[in-house]
């Protein structure tokens, strides 16, 4: 049903629960849960009120009311509410008329509402109340837990808050006394122990005890959780069935004269299984979509090689896409360095190419003389063309959006084999869901001779001491990111900034040693040139912005300082740390904080300097940030918005998911069986408005 034949909403309200919402239809209302609830089953007393206190209810009358500052903004209505015990004073700045007419004073009433105490009058004030009258019965007037329903600014002006929402949520399940259709099979609902739908749809909004909220919080979880692994793993094995893949069958002459010739170190244990993986895979006949995760300096690259040398010894090219010229340009570098004795031609593409250079790259394509082909978004361009690309691997995929990705698809008549890398650990949660039809390998182990990077917090107040220690290192031939936040000071934010640290950092340290600064905003050219000042040693501090969070390999590089590292997430401190320990010498990250740091930004701090382990990091963000905006395919691709489930939170409900998920589609890939019927059924309603992602990585 549209939403605006929804009692109590009207096409008005209907348009702004759809452009603050998006929510339409009467079902979408009704999976519009509460963020959280509050008991209402105590009645409190005015004179028991204390300090600053949570949502309380209270219960007695108007004594007065009176209006102030009519025609200012200051314009309000004052309302004395007392029970016998004490007084409290209600304040309302919007919606005074309706109040003025609704209200009447010495008539009993249910006030609900966040008391705080007024510095000046050292009494209690609360502001827009909720309020029914004493003597209405029934859920909503006394109802001992109380649905909470986030909403917007603009919202409340339209008189939509909280209490509206749950009054038009209860008069249309009110009305609506047939029970709501099941949404999963019976032998689910049985095998699952899970709370009926109908009963949990209710039970969600307007909860009788806290025993009836548990289960239908558990049943709605369950079944958000596993209609998307169902979606996942169904598109994985249709995925599977469909598409033929590229046979490379053989490991030739190019693999192993570079594998026993030129592989400048031995590959650990982990990077040996993951290749093993990849092989099965690409002589499988499937074509194969694998997410590789490893941390920073893990050698994924060296998979990557390794893999594409794979694809040229049977007769294919390869290319590898990167997020920015800077890493483009490290990874043919690196490449070209390792395969200079070997005839295999590597080619770079970028933005910037000039256009001669551009054409031979077009013609070696072509050809097939340019066996692998490193560089950015400009390899998606429709005129850039291969005469036999079997391979495509992706670095920092989470930087691409999928519509991006799937250009590459189409550079071969059958679809190339397709691997994705990322050095940021994904939580096994979030992995599920992100990356649920992928198959995924892990590199979790370091080359051996990495020393661990020790982190150290530093407070503002120690920065001389920091200076001496930073000194230090660079008397012994170490180079020193420092990292800030902002590019330019920002009076609200007083944080320091990256142009004044730059200074700061000349005056401290030179003429004696060269500092160079990076940062976003200048021109490109500008920017790699002080990269590559510090790249080549010729600079010995660089001074810069997140911009080199990916990117530079400065092996000599041996501390990593950031400024105001409150300001920074879990991840991304983990990123920058990455930066530094990659080569034999013992490296530092400092992370550099003022005092006042929130509970929150303690607990990073804490966390980064116990552990350098990507995955426990990785967790710990997830814990502290939630997953963050997952929908669209800018950045995941993922099917649907989570309404009710937190990846965070409900990690073993996700793998009971899976793991039935998975049973089901083993048994019946494209549930045709009678009593699967719903769940194809549902999968279509729910996904009906998707683009189909599932063929791109």
Same mark, same amino acid.
Request: charged share 25%; glycine share 8%; with cysteine.
């Given at each position: 049903?549209?939403?605006?034949?929804?009692? #109590? &909403?009207?096409?008005?309200?209907?348009?702004? !629960? +759809?452009? =603050?919402?998006?929510?339409?239809?009467?079902?979408?209302? %009704? /999976?519009?849960?509460?963020?959280?609830?509050?008991?209402?089953?105590?009645?409190?007393?005015?004179?028991?009120?204390?300090?600053?206190?949570?949502?309380?209810?209270?219960?007695?009358?108007?004594?007065?009311?009176?209006?102030?500052?009519?025609?200012?903004?200051?314009?309000?209505?004052?309302?004395?509410?007392?029970?016998?015990?004490?007084?409290?004073?209600?304040?309302?700045?919007? #919606? &005074?008329?309706?109040?003025?007419?609704?209200? !009447? +004073?010495? =008539?009993?009433?249910?006030?609900?509402?966040?008391?705080? %105490? /007024?510095?000046?009058?050292?009494?209690?004030?609360?502001?827009?109340?909720?309020?029914?009258?004493?003597?209405?019965?029934?859920?909503?007037?006394?109802?001992?837990?109380?649905?909470?329903?986030?909403?917007?600014?603009?919202?409340?002006?339209?008189?939509?808050?909280?209490?509206?929402?749950?009054?038009?949520?209860?008069?249309?399940?009110?009305?609506?006394?047939?029970?709501?259709?099941?949404?999963?099979?019976?032998?689910?609902?049985?095998?699952?122990?899970?709370?009926?739908?109908?009963?949990?749809?209710?039970?969600?909004?307007?909860?009788?005890?806290?025993?009836?909220?548990?289960?239908?919080?558990?049943?709605?979880?369950?079944?958000?959780?596993?209609?998307?692994?169902?979606?996942?793993?169904?598109?994985?094995?249709?995925?599977?069935?469909?598409?033929?893949?590229?046979?490379?069958?053989?490991?030739?002459?190019?693999?192993?004269?570079?594998?026993?010739?030129?592989?400048?170190?031995?590959?650990?244990?982990?990077?040996?299984?993951?290749?093993?993986?990849?092989?099965?895979?690409?002589?499988?006949?499937?074509?194969?979509?694998r997410l590789l995760q490893g941390d920073v300096g893990s050698g994924k690259t060296m998979v990557a090689l390794l893999t594409m040398l794979i694809a040229i010894d049977n007769g294919f090219q390869a290319c590898l896409m990167a997020p920015t010229e800077i890493l483009a340009t490290q990874h043919y570098e690196s490449l070209s360095a390792q395969l200079?004795?070997?005839?295999?031609?590597?080619?770079?593409?970028?933005?910037?190419?000039?256009?001669?250079?551009?054409?031979?790259?077009?013609?070696?394509?072509?050809?097939?003389?340019?066996?692998?082909?490193?560089?950015?978004?400009?390899?998606?361009?429709?005129?850039?063309?291969?005469?036999?690309?079997?391979?495509?691997?992706?670095?920092?995929?989470?930087?691409?959006?999928?519509?991006?990705?799937?250009?590459?698809?189409?550079?071969?008549?059958?679809?190339?084999?397709?691997?994705?890398?990322?050095?940021?650990?994904?939580?096994?949660?979030?992995?599920?869901?992100?990356?649920?039809?992928?198959?995924?390998?892990?590199?979790?182990?370091?080359?051996?001779?990495?020393?661990?990077?020790?982190?150290?917090?530093?407070?503002?107040?120690?920065?001389?001491?920091?200076?001496?220690?930073?000194?230090?290192?660079?008397?012994?031939?170490?180079?020193?990111?420092?990292?800030?936040?902002?590019?330019?000071?920002?009076?609200?934010?007083?944080?320091?900034?990256?142009?004044?640290?730059?200074?700061?950092?000349?005056?401290?340290?030179?003429?004696?040693?060269?500092?160079?600064?990076?940062?976003?905003?200048?021109?490109?050219?500008?920017?790699?040139?002080?990269?590559?000042?510090?790249?080549?040693?010729?600079?010995?501090?660089?001074?810069?912005?997140?911009?080199?969070?990916?990117?530079?390999?400065?092996?000599?590089?041996?501390?990593?300082?950031?400024?105001?590292?409150?300001?920074?997430?879990?991840?991304?401190?983990?990123?920058?740390?990455?930066?530094?320990?990659?080569?034999?010498?013992?490296?530092?990250?400092?992370?550099?904080?003022?005092?006042?740091?929130?509970?929150?930004?303690?607990?990073?701090?804490?966390?980064?300097?116990?552990?350098?382990?990507?995955?426990?990091?990785?967790?710990?963000?997830?814990?502290?940030?939630?997953?963050?905006?997952?929908?669209?395919?800018?950045?995941?691709?993922?099917?649907?918005?989570?309404?009710?489930?937190?990846?965070?939170?409900?990690?073993?409900?996700?793998?009971?998911?899976?793991?039935?998920?998975?049973?089901?589609?083993?048994?019946?890939?494209?549930?045709?069986?009678?009593?699967?019927?719903?769940?194809?059924?549902?999968?279509?309603?729910?996904?009906?408005?998707?683009?189909?992602?599932?063929?791109?990585?």
């Amino acid at each position: 049903m549209d939403l605006q034949y929804v009692p #109590g &909403i009207g096409p008005k309200r209907a348009a702004l !629960l +759809a452009s =603050e919402l998006k929510v339409t239809t009467d079902e979408e209302l %009704l /999976n519009y849960f509460p963020y959280r609830y509050v008991d209402k089953s105590k009645v409190y007393r005015i004179c028991d009120l204390q300090g600053e206190m949570p949502y309380v209810l209270l219960r007695g009358r108007f004594t007065m009311f009176e209006e102030l500052g009519v025609g200012t903004r200051g314009h309000r209505y004052r309302g004395v509410f007392s029970d016998g015990t004490g007084m409290i004073e209600c304040l309302w700045f919007q #919606g &005074i008329r309706f109040i003025k007419e609704s209200v !009447l +004073a010495h =008539e009993e009433y249910m006030l609900f509402g966040a008391p705080k %105490l /007024n510095d000046y009058t050292h009494g209690f004030q609360v502001s827009h109340p909720e309020l029914e009258p004493a003597s209405k019965n029934g859920i909503d007037a006394m109802q001992s837990l109380m649905g909470m329903y986030n909403t917007t600014e603009k919202m409340k002006k339209f008189f939509l808050n909280s209490r509206a929402i749950q009054r038009i949520i209860l008069g249309y399940l009110q009305k609506h006394i047939e029970p709501f259709p099941e949404t999963l099979p019976a032998y689910i609902v049985e095998h699952m122990h899970l709370m009926k739908y109908n009963q949990a749809i209710r039970q969600i909004h307007f909860p009788a005890n806290p025993d009836n909220l548990q289960r239908a919080q558990y049943r709605l979880k369950f079944e958000e959780l596993f209609y998307l692994q169902l979606y996942l793993i169904r598109s994985f094995k249709m995925r599977q069935q469909a598409n033929r893949g590229f046979v490379f069958g053989r490991v030739g002459e190019v693999f192993n004269e570079f594998y026993f010739k030129h592989l400048p170190f031995e590959l650990t244990n982990a990077q040996k299984r993951v290749i093993k993986e990849i092989r099965a895979d690409m002589g499988s006949g499937r074509q194969m979509n694998r997410l590789l995760q490893g941390d920073v300096g893990s050698g994924k690259t060296m998979v990557a090689l390794l893999t594409m040398l794979i694809a040229i010894d049977n007769g294919f090219q390869a290319c590898l896409m990167a997020p920015t010229e800077i890493l483009a340009t490290q990874h043919y570098e690196s490449l070209s360095a390792q395969l200079a004795e070997m005839n295999v031609r590597v080619a770079l593409l970028t933005g910037s190419t000039r256009k001669k250079q551009r054409d031979e790259i077009h013609a070696g394509l072509l050809d097939g003389s340019v066996q692998i082909l490193i560089g950015t978004h400009a390899l998606i361009e429709p005129d850039v063309r291969f005469r036999n690309l079997g391979m495509v691997v992706i670095d920092e995929q989470h930087r691409f959006g999928v519509e991006q990705r799937s250009k590459l698809w189409v550079k071969n008549v059958q679809p190339p084999h397709v691997l994705v890398m990322t050095a940021t650990p994904i939580p096994r949660t979030l992995a599920m869901t992100m990356y649920g039809d992928l198959d995924v390998s892990v590199i979790d182990e370091l080359p051996p001779g990495r020393k661990p990077i020790q982190t150290i917090h530093r407070w503002d107040q120690q920065r001389d001491g920091l200076i001496a220690a930073m000194r230090k290192q660079l008397e012994q031939g170490r180079q020193i990111y420092v990292v800030y936040p902002l590019i330019e000071e920002n009076e609200k934010l007083k944080y320091r900034d990256v142009e004044q640290g730059f200074e700061n950092m000349q005056a401290a340290f030179g003429p004696e040693y060269r500092v160079v600064m990076v940062h976003g905003k200048m021109k490109p050219k500008d920017k790699d040139a002080a990269m590559q000042r510090f790249v080549s040693g010729e600079a010995h501090i660089m001074v810069a912005t997140t911009v080199i969070e990916v990117g530079v390999n400065v092996p000599n590089a041996s501390v990593m300082v950031i400024e105001s590292a409150e300001r920074f997430g879990l991840s991304q401190l983990h990123q920058l740390r990455g930066r530094v320990g990659r080569g034999a010498d013992q490296s530092y990250c400092v992370l550099v904080t003022g005092y006042e740091l929130s509970h929150d930004t303690r607990k990073r701090i804490q966390i980064m300097c116990d552990t350098t382990d990507g995955f426990e990091i990785a967790e710990a963000d997830l814990q502290l940030r939630g997953p963050g905006d997952m929908e669209g395919t800018q950045q995941s691709g993922m099917a649907f918005d989570l309404h009710i489930a937190s990846l965070a939170k409900d990690g073993q409900i996700l793998q009971f998911a899976r793991d039935l998920a998975k049973e089901i589609i083993d048994k019946d890939p494209l549930l045709e069986a009678s009593e699967n019927g719903i769940l194809r059924r549902r999968l279509d309603v729910l996904f009906a408005h998707k683009v189909d992602w599932s063929q791109i990585s």
